[in-house]
């Protein structure tokens, strides 16, 4: 571009211009002329160094283009910088919800029973005897039952009535309780109704309307009616 830029004029092109071409040397000589009237502040020595300056050409920059792949930088960054969790199928390969037969044992889950009996009492204010029923029962059903001593009172399978012990683990679906003979039960939440005991406060639950996981009940709106069917 720079080679194009000082290349002289062909001589037909300055005729039909009506222009004379110039020699380099008057081409130079009219150019210091110009810039000293131009800038009578700068010296022979600024100008000079002005006249050996390259000139720089700079590529057209689409904004469009540079704004996305300022995005998909940004984008790319933050990526790097989550970090990824397991997939579903991956936690199943990996077994990372299930006990180990040495750890099913009811003794162990005794202090975490502790804690969830500490952890109610606070949250529904110290379970005085004048407390209101209703509101307790409301924070009940919002409250975290992992350490809670659950009893299946009613169930559309009969085997599961009487089952009782400490909650483990919760899922959508299911309850996993250790009883205290160290086995492992998975109750199923629809068709069973749980009673839960604290401080003479019993508490139940009707699976079938608690089919939620724990992190999803503490949102929800939950409507009060006088009879629920299993």
Known sequence: MERLLQTSLPFAEAKLLG?????????????????????PRLTEANIQDMMLRKA????????????N?????????????????LTAKQRREMKVFELKPEHQRYELFLPLHDLWKQYIIDLCN?????????????????????????TVVKSKCPSYVGTTGILVQEFKHVFKIITKEDRLKVIPKRNSVFAIEVNGFVSHIYGSKFELRSSERSAKKFKYRGTTDL
């Open 19 to 39: 222009i004379t071409p110039q020699s380099k040397t008057q081409a130079e000589a009219f150019t210091k002329a110009f810039l000293s009237n131009s800038l």
């Open 56 to 67: 720089v050409v700079l590529k057209y920059a689409n904004p469009k283009r540079t704004a």
């Open 69 to 85: 792949k300022r995005k998909l930088a940004e984008k790319q960054k933050r990526s790097r910088k989550k970090a990824k969790g």
């Open 126 to 150: 110290g379970l005085k005897p004048d407390s209101n029923p209703e509101m307790i029962q409301i924070k009940m059903l919002k409250a975290d039952f992992h350490g809670a001593i659950m």
